[in-house]
């Protein structure tokens, strides 16, 4: 494996349901990201994770809880969502830089989530 | 508030006809503007960092300028695989998360 990997790629969910998502970087970066993709919207940041600890949290509803159990993967918990949940989730991976410049981040295919 | 707007929505071009999109930015501290492209049901692939105004950088028939209130991505002699939603954002530093516009869909007429 290369890159950024997300799985599951699509997942349907009721609204009681709980359930996770997976990412994993194979590019031995020490950040990893959430981000949300909603149609007509711009690519909304939900949670940073810098060195295994949160460093932000874009006022993000409780019911999305991350976690980062290693520097290589990132999870999302998924629990009692609501129909405009529904979108594409991005898991992305970068080097922290604490200097003047700032390093690229690469991005996952994505979880595409229908809730019903 | 960080804020970045791209222009224009959507945008239709002959194979060819070259053309430039434009992304203006509102951000305290800017430590980098990136340029990604997004293919359907993909996720953003990285193409461009830039980190002053006067930079300049290039990969095959794009390239990507920056000035202190916007960068423009100029597509020289577009080809139908160019096709694709391009996406600005910026960042303030470190593990900042990025900041998005709402991108250009861009399509390249055979």
């Known amino acids: 494996e290369t890159g950024v990997t997300q799985t599951p790629r699509h997942l349907v969910m009721g609204m009681t349901n709980k359930k996770s998502l997976k990412c994993e970087q194979h590019?031995?970066?020490?950040?990893m990201y959430w981000y949300k993709q909603s149609a007509k919207k711009p690519l909304e940041l939900m949670f940073v994770?810098?060195?295994?600890?949160?460093?932000e949290n874009n006022s993000v509803p409780s019911r999305f809880s991350p976690e980062c159990p290693n520097s290589s993967h990132l999870f999302l918990h998924l629990h009692t969502l609501q129909p405009e949940d529904s979108a594409l989730y991005l898991c992305?991976?970068?080097?922290?830089?604490?200097?003047?410049?700032?390093?690229?981040?690469?991005f996952g295919p994505g979880t595409r989530l229908t809730v019903t | 508030e960080d804020q970045v707007t791209q222009s224009p929505e959507a945008l239709r071009l002959q194979e060819g006809e070259s053309s430039s999109l434009n992304c203006s930015y509102t951000v305290s501290g800017l430590r980098g503007l990136f340029w990604y492209r997004q293919d359907p049901g993909k996720g953003p692939e990285f193409l461009f960092t830039?980190?002053?105004a006067g930079e300049e950088k290039e990969k095959e028939r794009l390239k990507a300028t920056l000035t202190k209130k916007e960068s423009f991505l100029h597509i020289t002699a577009p080809k139908p695989e160019d096709s694709a939603t391009y996406l600005c954002?910026?960042?303030?530093?470190?593990?900042?998360?990025?900041?998005f516009g709402k991108g250009t869909h861009l399509i390249i007429q055979p």
């Open positions: 992305a991976s970068s080097q922290d830089s604490p200097g003047l410049y700032s390093y690229e981040q690469y």
């Open positions: 994770y810098s060195l295994e600890e949160r460093v």
């Open positions: 590019l031995g970066h020490n950040a």
């Open positions: 954002a910026v960042q303030r530093g470190g593990a900042d998360g990025l900041t």
């Open positions: 830039l980190y002053s």
